[in-house]
Structure formats: C-alpha cells, structure tokens
C-alpha cells in the first residue's frame, strides 16, 4: 500500500513571502492531518479533517495559515504571509478510522520549512 | 487538554545495553498512549501503542511499555538494544479528540 505523500521535500523562502504544502493521504483514509514540528520539539496538530470537514483547527493561527482538503482526499496548507518562527518540518497524516486520534496515524515524509 | 512529559532528551548507550525511556501525562479523561519512532531518514511510525487491558504492551522490534495508571506514566524499554535502534522516540497521549506529542527522546546507540 502507498504510503502518505508530501511536496515538496524542502522549500526556503524569505519572511513574508508565501507556501504551499501538499498532502494525498493513504487511500480509503478518512481522517488527515497536519502538524507542525518545530526543532527539538514533538509535533503539534495544526488542523484535522475529517473527509472534507474541519475537525479540529483550534490550534491553527488562522490569520496567516489556511487548509482546506479537495473532495476528501489531498489536502493544501499555506502560510500567507511566512514568519521566521514558521521554520519548521510539516508533517501530515491519515488515519483510516473515523474517530482519527485513537486510531494508528500514518505519517508523510514532511516538508522542512525554512524562512529567511 | 492533554500534556505529555518525556526527560533525557539525549540518550547515549552500547549496544546490549539496557533501554527505558520514561514518559509521564497529564490528563484528567480516559487516556489512550503510544510510542512513535523515527529512523534517520524515514517517517514517523508506530512502536506500539495501548488502549485497554493488559497494562504491559509489546511492540515492534522488542520493545514493550507499561502504562501505570497511578503513576500516569507510558515508559518504554527494551533489554538489549542494537545499533539500528538509533533513533527518535516520541510519546503520545490520545484524549480531548487528538494526540499530544512530547518533545521526544534522541538515542544513540553505539556499536
């Protein structure tokens, strides 16, 4: 089975410019995923979906960053304008169970973010 | 909302040696906890994981982790590690409809 595919791998861009990230979770999945792992820390959840719904986004600073997940399945986060503190690996996951959290999340490669 | 705590954020140790990576949470719900591993290069992924039951879990790759429910504490072990268990380890706690990460523990295992 495919596992979880991220683009790009890696992206510098300079502060105040703006990134996108792309997501296509494990097929069949219904539950996705974004964190965001700064250095030296474990990740944090950005937003979770559920099929097209946002399931939870409190975690998610709204006023620069957006997602949304296209029919269900790939899902896009941006950062509109970047902030160096937005330097980070972004991580997204799929989980097939609906109830999401409690069930075994399936973890992309992630995109390392460095903003200059 | 949930927090976890991992300590020894370095581990250096031999090969043979003996493992335990201690994990505390703080959650006032019924809690689910899990180990998450990443190799140098790869993903993030499951080492084990527990819902219910037996309080002594077996994963992948050897390791087990005992959840005390007094203690609130998800401590990992393994009785002889390898050089291919070099790696991040993460704790997680499922409550409150999502995972919350520690800050993990980086081990390294020498030949």
């Known amino acids: 089975e495919a596992g979880v595919a991220q683009s790009p791998r890696y992206k510098i861009i300079e502060k105040r410019q703006s990134v996108a990230f792309w997501c296509n979770p494990i097929?069949?999945?219904?539950?996705l995923y974004w964190y965001q792992q700064i250095l030296g820390q474990g990740p944090k959840l950005l937003i979770q979906?559920?099929?097209?719904?946002?399931?939870?986004d409190s975690q998610l600073p709204k006023d620069r960053f957006s997602a949304e997940r296209l029919k269900g399945v790939d899902s896009t986060l941006k950062i509109q304008p970047a902030k160096l503190e937005d330097s980070a690996v972004y991580l997204c996951?799929?989980?097939?169970?609906?109830?999401?959290?409690?069930?075994?999340?399936?973890f992309g490669p992630g995109t390392r973010l460095t903003v200059t | 909302a949930q927090s976890v705590s991992q300590h020894n954020h370095h581990v250096i140790l031999s090969e043979a040696a003996s493992l335990e990576l201690g994990c505390n949470y703080s959650?006032?719900?019924?809690?689910?906890l899990f180990w998450y591993v990443q190799y140098p290069g790869q993903h993030l992924q499951l080492l084990l994981k527990y819902f219910s039951g037996d309080p002594l879990v077996k994963g992948i790759k050897g390791f087990e982790a005992e959840f005390i429910k007094s203690k609130f504490s998800f401590n990992l072990r393994k009785p002889s590690v390898q050089w291919s268990d070099t790696a991040e380890y993460f704790c997680?706690?499922?409550?409150?409809?999502?995972?919350?990460f520690g800050k993990g523990n980086q081990v390294v295992v020498i030949p």
């Open positions: 097929s069949g999945h219904a539950t």
């Open positions: 959650y006032g719900g019924t809690v689910n």
């Open positions: 979906f559920q099929n097209n719904g946002v399931v939870d």
């Open positions: 996951a799929s989980s097939l169970d609906p109830r999401g959290w409690g069930y075994e999340q399936y």
């Open positions: 997680a706690v499922g409550g409150n409809n999502r995972l919350a």
